[in-house]
């Protein structure tokens, strides 16, 4: 398993494969020269060749190419690892179901993660990085609406913010005089208006989506949020301004402006920066830093007059002047503005962003939506509302009844994805297996938007495969790893296979191996405080045992061993000890402690009971290399080293 370099193949994960030596360094005179240029072994009917060798070694993660001392060390290796994939396919593990589900499941994690690494995020990081170069200004209409809302609700706020729209166009109505007549309201204040400046990862995936597709002055189409309906005008774009690394000395106390002009004044009479924040500073987290409360741009979430007081500051200047803000009074330094020393650290940094804002997450959800944008989910919203419609209308029902009411449309087709179709059949089956408690009338939107997250899921692995034929061979990998572990753990490590009689001559024949050294019968009791300690002491010195301070509710912590696998101080005060005696205290893992030495107990032999791990754990390599022997000479395998010799040889001529 490893080299000099150290690799570590997918090949050979927890197989625990030995080095063994080549089995053959001669080539059978029956291979003509083609055949034996590239051939570097056999293996039953198998035949190895020289890149298969290379491919095996390369898997392990090593990006450089090998030596051919590393892979003449390599090759034994291989060719056990490709005796036991043939034994195993001959025994069936390819086809073992609970090997197969484990790699299903595999299959699908990995699906997602290669598309999240592959595709997703590479597009949209560089879409992520245009916009991070631009700062919007926006105003917005937001009529609230529920996600799971009826779809007549759902129609009749579009209605409404269409309505909005077309007045807005006609030139009839202003965008703020729609907001104050249309957009919902919570707590007494409205949800739409005029926003702050911003850039990307600020707000939403489809608001902001929508907010970067605009022309300044131009007005959106309605567009759905978990929040409800948006109308969204673009009022300005401007390169974007670079954030501030901001510290601050701090006042809440509004209006005492008086105070902060004589700190002002100080700082101009020389004194130093560090003094005037520990002194008179009240923003307690940001004291121990010098003040620093970090980066400020237009994509914080300070209060947007707070943003612009620190953005249109002159960052040349020491310090600024006294500035009130909705929390208190400031002076302001700037420690500095954010620059990057070459593309390479700007990509770092926002890929970092990127995994901070809501554009990009790491979720199957996420995936699963992506996927259906990107590859045009086809959805029959007329079925959905007839559907949503017509079980609505049957009372109580129970779900289970389903399919005695709606056999008039139970193969029409739900949803097309990539050639793949769902029917409202497929639909019905899902309810009565997830939804069985639930009655008919109950049905809700967001049941289908579950169903065509679970029918996506379905069809993700076949999907990927399609698209991107080379991930077969990372499933393939993981599906053979999954076959040869099991193998493995049949053939060597399974202590079920092992002939205990093998392990009973071991354990006859050598006495010194299984012995118990000396060993302590103790307890170890802790405590918080010296005077919890002495009152647990002077119960035990009472004759009260140890294991019975806690059910006499002392606050001490009680530890018991009489194995000796504790090494090392404290341990070692106890062969000082006397039995029956208490120790000094001492300190362990932070806390008062002293030992009760209860007995010591002698050295001896183990009993076969008491070494068989030990024992199955000696042997576990003697078992392996029987195994490999058999499977050797069962497939008769051959080695040819000096094919990779030659190989190396050429490529130097060359």
């Not at 006495?511 to 005077?531: K, N």
């Not at 290399?625 to 000096?642: C, G, H, S, T, V």
Request: with cysteine; proline share 3%.
């Amino acid at each position: 398993m490893l080299t000099k370099r150290g690799y570590h193949t997918p090949l050979l994960i927890v197989f625990a494969l030995s080095m063994t030596t080549l089995y053959c360094t001669s080539i059978p005179k029956i291979l003509n020269n083609n055949f034996s240029e590239s051939v570097v072994g056999t293996v039953g009917p198998e035949v190895i060749k020289y890149e298969d060798l290379i491919q095996g070694f390369l898997s392990g993660g090593i990006n450089q190419e090998p030596t051919a001392e590393e892979l003449k060390e390599f090759l034994p290796i291989y060719l056990d690892y490709r005796a036991k994939l043939l034994s195993a396919r001959e025994a069936g593990y390819f086809e073992n179901k609970t090997i197969l589900d484990e790699y299903a499941l595999y299959g699908k994690q990995a699906a997602y993660a290669y598309w999240l690494d592959r595709e997703i995020k590479p597009t949209i990081f560089e879409q992520f990085k245009s916009r991070y170069s631009e700062e919007l200004k926006s105003s917005h209409v937001l009529i609230s609406l529920s996600q799971n809302a009826q779809p007549s609700d759902t129609l009749a706020a579009y209605n409404k913010i269409m309505e909005a729209r077309e007045l807005f166009l006609s030139g009839v109505k202003t965008i703020a005089e729609l907001n104050e007549e249309y957009s919902s309201s919570r707590n007494g204040q409205l949800m739409g208006g005029e926003l702050p400046w911003f850039s990307v990862g600020v707000t939403v995936g489809a608001f902001e989506d929508a907010l970067y597709a605009l022309d300044q002055g131009e007005i959106s189409m309605p567009v759905r949020t978990q929040f409800g309906y948006h109308l969204i005008y673009l009022e300005e774009r401007r390169k974007r301004t670079p954030a501030r690394n901001v510290s601050h000395i701090f006042i809440s106390r509004k209006g005492d402006l008086e105070k902060m002009d004589d700190l002002h004044e100080q700082l101009e009479q020389g004194t130093p920066w560090l003094n005037l924040v520990v002194e008179f500073s009240e923003d307690r987290a940001s004291i121990s830093n010098e003040g620093n409360i970090g980066w400020v741009s237009y994509s914080s979430r300070y209060d947007k007059a707070f943003i612009d007081s620190v953005m249109n500051l002159d960052s040349t200047l020491p310090y600024s002047k006294p500035i009130e803000s909705i929390y208190g009074i400031h002076i302001f330094r700037i420690d500095s503005v954010q620059t990057f020393k070459n593309e390479a650290a700007k990509d770092e940094f926002l890929n970092q962003e990127l995994d901070k804002s809501s554009n990009f997450e790491r979720s199957n959800g996420f995936v699963i939506n992506w996927l259906s944008e990107q590859y045009n989910l086809s959805i029959n919203t007329n079925l959905i509302t007839e559907i949503i419609n017509t079980l609505s209308a049957l009372d109580s029902l129970p779900i289970v009844q389903v399919y005695d009411v709606a056999d008039s449309f139970s193969q029409d087709t739900l949803f097309i994805f990539q050639g793949r179709i769902a029917t409202a059949t497929d639909f019905y089956g899902y309810l009565i297996d997830k939804y069985s408690d639930k009655e008919l009338n109950q049905v809700q939107p967001s049941w289908f938007s579950d169903y065509q997250e679970y029918f996506l899921d379905s069809e993700l692995l076949n999907f990927t495969l399609n698209v991107f034929p080379e991930f077969s061979e990372q499933t393939d990998s993981y599906h053979r790893g999954l076959v040869v572990y099991q193998i493995n753990e049949d053939s060597v490590w399974s202590s079920v296979t092992v002939d205990s009689t093998l392990l009973m001559n071991r354990y006859f024949n050598n006495d010194t191996d299984y012995q118990f050294e000396t060993r302590y019968y103790y307890h170890l009791v802790s405590a918080r405080y010296d005077s919890t300690l002495k009152k647990a002491e002077d119960f035990i010195s009472l004759g009260g045992h140890p294991d019975s301070l806690r059910v006499n509710d002392y606050p001490v912590a009680v530890m018991s061993d009489s194995t000796g696998i504790f090494e090392g101080e404290p341990f070692t005060r106890l062969a000082e000890m006397e039995t029956g005696k208490i120790s000094e205290y001492f300190t362990y893992n932070n806390r008062k402690a002293f030992f009760v030495l209860n007995d010591v107990l002698p050295a001896r032999k183990m009993t076969f009971d008491e070494a068989f791990n030990r024992l199955l754990s000696d042997y576990q390599p003697i078992r392996e290399q029987n195994w490999l022997r058999r499977l050797r000479d069962k497939y008769q395998i051959q080695a040819f080293p000096e094919i990779i010799s030659e190989k190396f040889r050429l490529s130097e001529i060359n």
